[in-house]
């Protein structure tokens, strides 16, 4: 994928979760897709849904939110589903710690200085796509075709 190739962070088909609890830093979340054990896919790319390490998308409205999935667990009376013996399907609800990064403009990247608008319960997560980690990390979000080119060869003279 080319340079400033942004796109929405909030394709339905990587939804994770929803937002149960919310800090400062940190926030709760009810991880619908992670209980399965197996991760998804669209498009040829996977999803992870609830693995340790993730990047996440917290849909906030007029922002967006770049999270990081620290922990992931189920409570005590669901333990069990996640053996893999029983015959019947899974039946249970993880729950996962996501750490607050960044806030960011969701139409176009452009990131904000620390966390503009915190999210509310029942905000949408989202599996961050690996592009769109890729170019927030390489800082390539703000490109455009608009920037000046001005050769300083052409106005400097250097005399040996």
């Known amino acids: 994928m080319g340079q400033n190739k942004w796109f929405s962070p909030y394709d339905p088909i990587r939804r994770i979760g929803s937002v149960i ?22 498009f040829g790319n ?20 770049l999270g990081r999935l620290v922990k992931v667990w189920i409570e ?14 899974l ?6 710690l996501i750490q607050l990064l960044v806030s960011l ?12 608008q915190h999210p ?4 949408q997560i989202y599996s961050a796509h ?12 703000d490109d455009t075709s608009e920037k000046i080119y001005l050769p300083l060869q052409l106005f400097l003279m250097i005399h040996p």
């Open 21 to 42: 609890n919310v800090s400062a830093t940190e926030l709760i979340a009810n991880l619908s897709k992670a209980g399965s054990g197996e991760p998804g896919w669209s």
């Open 46 to 65: 996977r999803i992870a849904a609830g693995e340790v390490n993730e990047f996440v998308f917290i849909d906030v409205g007029e922002t967006a939110i």
């Open 76 to 89: 005590g009376g669901e333990r069990l589903s996640v053996d893999g013996l029983a015959d019947k399907p």
């Open 91 to 96: 039946e249970n609800h993880p729950i996962g």
């Open 105 to 116: 403009n969701p139409v176009n990247g452009k990131n904000h200085k620390g966390i503009k």
């Open 120 to 123: 509310r319960l029942g905000s």
């Open 130 to 141: 690996s592009e769109l980690v890729s170019i927030i990390a390489e800082g390539k979000q």
